[in-house]
Structure formats: C-alpha cells, structure tokens
C-alpha cells in the first residue's frame, strides 16, 4: 500500500502532541519579570519535549523518503511510535511542574526511552520489509547514535534518585546529539 496515509496520520499526531504540549504551558498570573522565572521549569521541559518530537518527526519524514511502499507489521510499528510518543506531552506537564523531584524525572526518561525502542523496532521492520541491501538499511549503517541513545536513557533514569540535574544533563545531551543534522538518508536517496 501507499506511504501517504502513514505519512498524514503521523503528521498529525505529531501536530497534535505538539498543540497539546503548548496547551499546558500557563501564562504566570503576575505581570513581572520574577513571575517568568516560576515558570521556567515548566518551559524548559516544553522546550526539550518539542525538541524530541521534532527530531522523531524530522528523522521519520527523512526515513520515509526511502521508502516506497508499507505494509501491515509497518503500520503496526508506527503506531507502536506514535503511542509511546502520545505520552509525551504528560511526562512533560509533570516534569515542569515537578522538576527536582526523582519520580517525574525518572517517568519522563522512561518516555524518551520508550518511543526511542518502538523507533529501533520500526526501523527493524523497515530493513526488513526493505531487505538488507536496501537504500535505508545502508544509509543506518552501524546506526552508532541509534544504539547509544536507549542505555543513556536508563542512565538518565537511574540518576534521577541520585540528583535529577545529572538526569535533565544526560537527557539535553541526546537531543543535541540528534540535533545534529544526519545526512545519511538524504546522502542515501541521491546516491539512489
């Protein structure tokens, strides 16, 4: 079957976790400057969360560039994504409103864990349903960020009993890592 309807329904999940994230963040009921800074926390944590969904959606948007058709167990690993990734914008809501406490710290890790696993499966499923010489499974190659990102996952949760700004740092420090710009897919569908 066609990729379009995969690729509409993600982009609209995608906008709405989005809208739903922003829809937390609550205007501070004091007109001054100070009032800003009781609200940080709970901005921050939008800021990061917008940055993972945007880095999920920006490298699903490029892997679906190499891919010409899905089929069922693809549907089903998108979906699997989309799910874990849904429950983003509540792991957010409580992390900003609770942002030194270990439990919020260590669920919102769990829920950048999560989408990060479902996205190693439904990339399984591409390389498999594509084959092993395909265009995308040379294009992931060792898949080096890929497979480092899920264990400082779990070390970002396990530091959230010890101190949760040594959580919030291993959590920044992915994202940067996958903010920057990977080429291999767009390198992959020119050499194609």
């Not at 982009?11 to 205007?27: F, H, Q, S």
């Not at 979906?79 to 792991?91: G, M």
């Not at 696993?117 to 390389?127: D, E, N, P």
């Amino acid at each position: 079957m066609e990729k379009d309807r995969l690729l509409a329904f993600t982009d609209g999940v995608v906008a709405i976790i989005i809208t739903i994230m922003v829809l937390e963040l609550k205007a501070p009921h004091d007109g001054s400057f100070g009032a800003l800074r009781d609200t940080a926390p709970t901005f921050l944590s939008y800021v990061l969360s917008f940055v993972y969904v945007a880095i999920y959606w920006n490298n699903h948007h490029h892997f679906f560039h190499l891919v010409p058709r899905v089929n069922g167990a693809l549907l089903w690993a998108n979906l699997h994504l989309l799910f874990w990734l849904s429950l983003v914008p509540f792991t957010t809501g409580w992390l900003g409103e609770h942002h030194s406490a270990a439990a919020p710290t260590a669920v919102y890790g769990i829920s950048l864990l999560m989408p990060a696993i479902a996205w190693y499966v439904m990339q399984t499923v591409l390389v498999r349903t594509l084959g092993g010489s395909s265009t995308l499974a040379r294009a992931l190659g060792r898949d080096v960020k890929g497979k480092i990102s899920p264990p400082l996952y779990l070390c970002g949760v396990a530091a959230a009993f010890v101190d949760t700004r040594i959580s919030d740092a291993i959590y920044v420090l992915v994202a940067l890592m996958w903010l920057v710009p990977d080429r291999r897919m767009e390198r992959a569908a020119a050499r194609d």
